[in-house]
């Protein structure tokens, strides 16, 4: 169920609109900001945005939504495919055989 359909919401211009839950919310569509900061923090619309986005109508959803977000920058990412990882034995060395041993830290006991 779409909680946020019972929502009150007061436009105060047409890219700034209050969303009337148990507390009153700032949302502006203009900044991409929201007053419970979780648009701002998750760079996508939180629920008071898409409330306030379906209540303007103007724009589909996707157009609020940064690019990192979308399923063509996820295609774009992989085009160029995964480097397998070689066999990680060969990553353990035997310090008998190799002159790159990192040996540890120096650590200077305390006195008493």
Known sequence: MDMWCHWSVSMSSETLLEIH???SVAVD???GTCSCHQWQINSFPCS????AIQKVGDL?????IEYFHTCQNYI???THGIQ??????????DATT?????????VRRPSG
Do not use: G, M, R, T
């Open 21 to 23: 839950v148990e507390k």
């Open 29 to 31: 569509l203009e900044n």
């Open 48 to 51: 008071h945005a898409l409330a």
């Open 60 to 64: 589909h959803v996707y157009a609020y």
């Open 76 to 78: 774009e990412a992989y």
């Open 84 to 93: 397998p990882i070689p066999n990680i034995d060969k990553f353990y060395v």
């Open 98 to 106: 190799s002159s790159a041993v990192v040996q540890p830290p120096l």
